[in-house]
């Protein structure tokens, strides 16, 4: 079985660029995609190190047609070859959107489920327990927790009101770093530490 680091896509991979009723959406189109300093060569060292690197991500924009599903295509395509991600798997749902506009209470897609994580675990014969879950949010945490990854991390200046929730619903990272790189960096160190 492989190993793989479970990624959230924007704020992670890529800038979030807009928002929509308060809500910060993805990029819409690929000549609005910007990624973020140290990704290529944090992806390049947990490659080397032996790790799939597969994206698990909300994309809320799908329901509410913000982002067109070939749009949202091409850019997973990009993403794939310019980065080397192995696999995306994503939740195209939205609490009050459907995808013709009917109400959607919950979906089993969506973070922070584990789901897609678990889906893409056996699909791809990953090793859960042996993987990592890199994300921007507190939900991409708790998804790494309930799909009982080895460790996860928390990734970019974490706000006041991010510390605040952390600290009444009791979910923490295992780690914080600043960018994928020092993902790739801590990794490679628990990895050696554990042989």
């Not at 749902?93 to 009917?102: I, L, N, R």
Request: proline residues 4%; aromatic residues 8%; hydrophobic residues 35%.
């Amino acid at each position: 079985m492989d190993k793989a680091i479970f990624i959230d896509k924007d704020g992670v991979i890529n800038e979030n660029l807009y928002e929509v009723d308060g809500v910060i959406m993805s990029p819409a189109t690929l000549d609005q995609v910007r990624i973020l300093d140290y990704v290529k060569e944090g992806i390049d060292k947990l490659k080397e190190d032996g790790f799939k690197i597969v994206i698990i991500t909300n994309q809320p924009g799908l329901a509410f047609g913000y982002i067109s599903i070939d749009n949202f295509n091409k850019i997973s395509e990009f993403l794939k070859k310019e980065l080397g991600i192995d696999a995306i798997y994503f939740c195209p749902h939205h609490p009050t959107k459907g995808k013709v506009g009917e109400y959607v209470k919950k979906c089993e897609c969506r973070k922070p489920s584990p789901f897609l994580l678990h889906k893409a675990c056996k699909e791809m014969n990953l090793d859960v327990g042996g993987s990592y879950m890199v994300g921007d949010s507190l939900s991409d945490i708790q998804t790494g927790k309930a799909g009982g990854v080895k460790k996860t991390f928390l990734i970019g200046a974490i706000r006041e009101d991010i510390i605040q929730i952390q600290h009444t619903k009791g979910i923490f990272p295992d780690y914080t770093c600043k960018n994928l790189l020092e993902v790739a960096n801590k990794i490679r160190e628990i990895e050696n530490n554990s042989i």
